[in-house]
């Protein structure tokens, strides 16, 4: 069965510095998500992406984040300034079409580690 | 702001019991809600979802009820196993106000007991 995968599982960096997250969604799917995951709070959305442009945002995805579609395959998150409360897992996501219609399929996350 | 709400963040069941998970929602435009198993160091993988023209949905051991006036619904799994042990996530978007973004509840830890 198709899968989203993300690398790396596990990223630390330190405060001030950008990361970049990574994400191959499903080779069909259209519309792509980011969500993350606070230790031992819920799953939140952060933005989702579709025909190249940013489609919905939350308020949680202010400027120091942004994403891209740079090739026919990856998505990525970055974040250009790390707090240490961007500590979390983060979630990509995909789905065939947008929401209210067909289920998310989420990859395994990458734990950012914001020291 | 919580607009999906799992009061229970834990429940045990003996393994060939019904489990039964339940979720509130506070935003009457939801009407399309979904349910997530989550294992550690994984991603929420898709289980069952509902529209808000029905009231249930069955799939094997899984069944999503839907109660709108009460803002309600539940996940039957029966008979539980041990590999459904797990933290399950109720989930809702409102598709007729222009696709709003997927929210979660807070989730509840399913252990099943052997």
């Known amino acids: 069965e198709p899968e989203v995968t993300q690398t790396p599982s596990h990223q630390v960096t330190q405060m001030g510095q950008e990361v970049i997250l990574r994400c191959v969604p499903i080779?069909?799917?259209?519309?792509f998500y980011w969500y993350r995951q606070i230790l031992g709070q819920k799953v939140e959305f952060l933005v989702s992406?579709?025909?190249?442009?940013?489609?919905?945002k939350s308020e949680i995805f202010d400027d120091q984040f942004s994403v891209e579609r740079p090739d026919g395959s990856n998505f990525t998150l970055k974040i250009r300034s790390t707090k240490l409360e961007d500590s979390a897992m983060y979630f990509c996501?995909?789905?065939?079409?947008?929401?209210?219609?067909?289920?998310?399929?989420f990859g395994n996350g990458t734990r950012l580690t914001v020291t | 702001d919580q607009q999906v709400k799992q009061n229970s963040p834990s429940l045990s069941v003996q393994e060939g019991r019904i489990s039964i998970l339940n979720c509130d929602y506070t935003?009457?435009?939801?009407?399309?809600f979904l349910w997530y198993k989550k294992y550690p160091a994984e991603g929420p993988t898709f289980l069952i979802s509902?529209?808000?023209?029905?009231d249930k949905n069955e799939d094997g051991r899984f069944t999503v009820f839907l109660n709108k006036s009460a803002k309600h619904l539940s996940l039957h799994i029966v008979p539980s196993q041990p590999g459904d042990s797990a933290v399950y996530f109720c989930?809702?978007?409102?598709?007729?106000?222009?696709?709003?973004?997927?929210?979660f509840g807070k989730g509840t830890r399913l252990s099943v007991i052997a």
């Open positions: 935003n009457s435009m939801f009407d399309y």
């Open positions: 509902i529209s808000s023209i029905k």
């Open positions: 989930a809702a978007s409102a598709s007729r106000s222009g696709n709003t973004p997927l929210v």
């Open positions: 080779s069909n799917h259209l519309y």
């Open positions: 996501a995909s789905s065939g079409v947008g929401f209210g219609s067909s289920p998310l399929h």
């Open positions: 992406f579709y025909n190249n442009e940013i489609s919905e």
